[in-house]
């Protein structure tokens, strides 16, 4: 079974870039077929797909976030980092990374809380 665990700061400034990486154990990140990625779910709304990792390093992001989100990996670490550059307070929500395979997620990480500050 993958596990997956989400890590980075809990708190940016607004402007800033945010970095949260997610480490991948008991699976490879270039596994054929399985994509890496990252959602986020704002408070009080629903769940937003942010974009995701290939197994073979290709990356496609959600097209409102594709101007600011890059999406890379550290074959070596097994990892996965996501970056959203000038954040703003509307970027604040609880981040998880997630493992799909045949079009559906089959692991998720724990998820982790990041706030933006003004």
């Known amino acids: 079974q993958v596990q997956l665990q989400e890590s980075g700061p809990g708190l940016v400034n607004a402007s800033q870039t945010l970095s949260l990486t997610c480490t991948v154990s008991?699976?490879?990140?270039?596994?054929?077929?399985?994509?890496w990625s990252w959602i986020r779910q704002p408070p009080g709304k629903g769940l937003e797909w942010i974009g995701y990792?290939?197994?073979?390093?290709?990356?496609f992001f959600d097209p409102s976030l594709a101007s600011r989100a890059s999406i890379w990996r550290d074959t070596t670490k097994n990892q996965f980092t996501l970056q959203l550059t000038s954040v703003t307070p509307e970027d604040a929500a609880v981040y998880y990374c997630?493992?799909?395979?045949?079009?559906?997620?089959?692991?998720w990480g724990q998820g982790i809380q990041v706030t933006v500050s003004s």
């Open positions: 997630a493992q799909y395979y045949d079009n559906k997620i089959d692991s």
């Open positions: 990792l290939t197994y073979t390093g290709n990356t």
């Open positions: 008991g699976g490879s990140i270039t596994t054929a077929y399985y994509y």
